[in-house]
């Protein structure tokens, strides 16, 4: 392998990046204060809290979407139905008070049955605009894959402009604003298939799991207990939840974090010169800026949520298979040889040195 001959190259910086030192100090806002840590940490604390109580295990689906809910990032989920994910969405939702729709995709779902459309009033004798389901806090695409290319295509300037385009008006969508879309792996007839311009803009893609005997059994004893049953109870407000995006934006990431994380998006483009030449060959595209954007704004949104004011090289580790799963595109033989991309990614991490 070559990996341990060109490591050093990809250590600190890349090549091409330059170093702080090159143009002087960045100027950042200040660090987030004791105060502020700890209202970050009891407001995340009662959120995840609220998400637990209706939701068995799945932790790593909570921090995900925990993640987005800080950054404002799109979420793409996979897996086998039954998994909560709608669930999960919904009780997101209900512990910040927010607005939540929920979107069925099928092949002759229209864009203006997402955005909205102009309908006419005759008593007026004007036409009037009616706003779709996607003008929401929360917005979970079930089963996105199911659509139309055109009717995915209608999603791309809310994910991206945060707004809706309704005949010669555009109409800003609420903030916070988070669309989580899901798709089935396991059923393919009849679907579209995303393309890659708009898999890149989910921030983040978790694959889902079975939860374990003991978890399927606790989720079957609260169901009998009525938990779903209940009233919906909102343990923090909307305006917390800009606040915490706001703050987010001020976790400390070190330069050496920046060149680290640099250093990983620039391997998924030139495997051949850090890995094994054999998993180099199934790499067709690399990840693009955006994996940049998004390691760095949700490792600060990890750190918030582990209660610490700086990231950790863990932080970045932790979101690699999220982060770069739908943006490192392999060839036709990876799939041939079943060789999953999480298995490509670990040899690009390997493949450069941790700071």
């Not at 970050?40 to 209706?54: L, M, Q, R, Y």
């Not at 069925?104 to 009616?130: A, K, M, R, W």
């Not at 610490?308 to 690699?320: E, F, M, W």
Request: charge should be negative; glycine fraction near 6%.
């Amino acid at each position: 392998m070559q990996a341990n001959d060109n490591v050093a190259q990809v250590a600190a910086p890349p090549p091409g990046v330059p170093t702080p030192a090159a143009h002087g100090a960045p100027t950042v806002a200040p660090h987030l204060s004791t105060d502020e840590l700890e209202w970050t940490t009891a407001t995340i604390g009662a959120i995840s809290a609220s998400f637990s109580a209706k939701v068995v295990g799945q932790e790593r689906l909570q921090e995900t979407l925990l993640l987005g809910l800080l950054t404002g990032g799109h979420i793409l989920l996979e897996s086998v139905p039954g998994l909560a994910k709608t669930t999960a969405a919904q009780a997101v939702a209900e512990a910040v008070h927010g607005s939540f729709h929920r979107i069925q995709c099928t092949p002759d779902l229209l864009p203006s049955d997402i955005v909205g459309t102009q309908v006419y009033n005759q008593h007026s004798g004007t036409f009037e605009t009616q706003l779709g389901p996607v003008h929401a806090n929360f917005v979970l695409l079930d089963e996105i894959n199911r659509s139309s290319a055109k009717t995915q295509s209608a999603m791309l300037e809310a994910m991206q402009e945060r707004q809706t385009s309704i005949g010669d008006r555009t109409f800003a969508l609420p903030h916070p604003f988070l669309v989580l879309a899901t798709q089935n792996p396991i059923e393919h007839e009849g679907t579209y298939p995303l393309p890659e311009a708009q898999m890149d803009r989910f921030m983040l893609k978790d694959v889902l799991d079975y939860p374990s005997p003991a978890e399927e059994a606790e989720m079957l004893r609260r169901i009998d207990s009525g938990v779903f049953r209940r009233e919906p109870r909102a343990v923090v407000t909307l305006d917390d939840v800009r606040r915490l995006q706001t703050l987010v934006g001020r976790v400390y990431v070190d330069p050496a974090i920046i060149n680290y994380i640099v250093g990983i998006s620039y391997v998924t483009r030139r495997p051949k010169d850090y890995i094994d030449p054999r998993l180099a060959a199934y790499v067709d595209f690399g990840a693009s800026p955006r994996a940049s954007i998004a390691f760095t704004g949700a490792a600060r949104a990890r750190a918030l949520v582990a209660g610490r004011n700086h990231v950790v090289p863990d932080d970045v580790k932790a979101l690699a298979h999220r982060v770069l799963r739908h943006r490192v595109i392999l060839g036709f033989e990876a799939a041939a040889d079943e060789v999953p991309v999480e298995r490509v990614i670990d040899a690009m991490l390997a493949g450069i040195r941790t700071p």
